[in-house]
């Protein structure tokens, strides 16, 4: 299938590149950009003026619910999901049932992947068996299979002395490890940002210090193991400075954050709704102004969705007995684009963020428009406006954001050069 994408504002961070040009597409790879090559004819040609043309983005946290948690979504509804929302390559973390600790279960999501044909899946191994902490997982043969990274997520370790030799092991065989900083006797019981929202509320709160005395022992701890680290969920302002510390001292550090924590803070809890329970909390207006600045910077290099879709059973309760987690893969442009409305981030900055940036956090095939390249191609349209859920893909309708009208649409996603959503 040959493609020409005609006349749109090429953005592609890796590069630098910026300008109107058109894009020519051949056997699933970028054949040219510019000019057609010597005897390109197009099969299809899509006019894309007025829009952007930029890598597809990479969602470096999607929960898949597959397998075990079908009633809460599944591989098909959410690579599709993410495909409408302009996510071309996609990281599934190992909370599933089997846990992804063997390659079995590894094959099993790459091989559902390959049938649905939406976004790429690229697993994160579970770090530890059952991710209980104790002993360590295959991670060898999950590598040979096609987990990207380990991690734990925040389920803490036996001890540290466990935590210690698991990142030894991984250093040993170049792995990345994905950290959920989180210490789980501070945060034990809590359901909200300690504060005064929290005291008002009446809510058991988890302290900023959940997060920056866990990543003080992780930080530590990589440094001594030399092993390769991307901290996932950065909530505050210290952890972030804390991230930029490590980095200016040459650790081999990235990090992340969830676009929610980049809107919101502790004070949409005022009405107790159960669509702003999430773990690790949304925290003070400080901090998501600090983040904010950390993401301009380069610091927090990539922002991902942290997309945890839930049948609509997991949200009803009372506030305290509801699980955490929002549903939101497919509006992670569209909320990213009010940071460029408000002035907070320039476009290629804002994109680089969601690109190259988490794709080079975990070594990612993705990001990227050059010739060559993987012919992964978000177009949207800056002007035009998302009525966020209008067109909801997800199984998982937990958003808070449903309703609303946000800035930017996706027109097409295409993955290896075919048209797997158009709006």
Excluded at 337 to 363: E, I, N, W
Excluded at 380 to 385: C, S
Excluded at 388 to 399: H, R
Excluded at 418 to 423: G, H, L, N, S, V
Aim: hydrophobic letters at 45%; glycine letters at 10%.
């Amino acid at each position: 299938m040959r493609t020409h994408i005609l006349g749109a504002r090429l953005i592609d961070p890796a590069s630098g590149h910026d300008q109107i040009a058109d894009l020519f597409l051949d056997s699933g790879k970028v054949a040219a950009i510019g000019k057609a090559p010597a005897g390109f004819e197009a099969d299809k040609t899509l006019d894309a003026k007025g829009l952007v043309a930029a890598p597809g983005l990479v969602d470096l946290s999607v929960a898949l619910r597959e397998p075990g948690y079908s009633r809460k979504g599944n591989i098909a509804s959410e690579t599709l999901a993410a495909v409408s929302g302009g996510v071309t390559s996609l990281c599934c973390p190992p909370l599933t049932r089997p846990v992804l600790d063997t390659p079995a279960v590894a094959e099993m999501i790459l091989d559902r992947a390959q049938e649905a044909g939406h976004a790429k899946v690229f697993p994160i191994g579970a770090l530890t068996k059952g991710l209980a902490g104790e002993q360590l997982s295959e991670l060898v043969a999950l590598r040979d299979v096609g987990c990207v990274a380990f991690g734990n997520g925040l389920a803490s370790f036996a001890s540290n002395r466990v935590q210690r030799r698991a990142l030894e092991y991984a250093a040993t065989f170049d792995l990345t490890v994905v950290f959920h900083s989180q210490d789980a006797s501070l945060a034990e019981g809590g359901l909200a940002h300690e504060g005064p929202t929290a005291s008002f509320l009446g809510l058991a709160g988890i302290p900023e210090t959940a997060e920056t005395v866990a990543l003080a022992r992780d930080l530590l701890l990589v440094e001594q193991s030399g092993v390769r680290a991307h901290f996932s969920q950065i909530t505050s302002a210290r952890g972030a400075e804390m991230i930029a510390q490590a980095q200016a001292r040459g650790l081999p550090v990235t990090a992340d954050v969830a676009m929610y924590q980049l809107i919101l803070t502790d004070e949409a809890l005022i009405d107790f709704s159960s669509l702003y329970h999430v773990q690790p909390p949304l925290r003070t207006r400080a901090d998501r102004d600090a983040l904010r600045e950390a993401v301009k910077s380069g610091v927090i290099n990539a922002i991902s969705s942290h997309h945890q879709p839930h049948e609509p059973d997991a949200k009803l309760a009372p506030f305290g007995a509801t699980e955490p987690g929002m549903s939101g893969v497919e509006l992670l442009l569209p909320l990213a684009m009010t940071l460029v409305q408000d002035g907070l981030l320039d476009l290629p900055t804002l994109l680089a963020r969601l690109t190259v940036g988490p794709a080079r956090a975990l070594r990612l095939p993705a990001g990227r428009l050059a010739v060559g390249a993987p012919a992964d191609v978000v177009l949207f349209d800056p002007q035009a406006t998302t009525l966020a859920g209008e067109t909801w893909k997800s199984k998982g309708d937990n958003c808070p954001f449903i309703g609303h009208c946000l800035p930017g649409k996706v027109r097409y996603t295409l993955v290896d050069g075919r048209i797997i959503f158009e709006a």
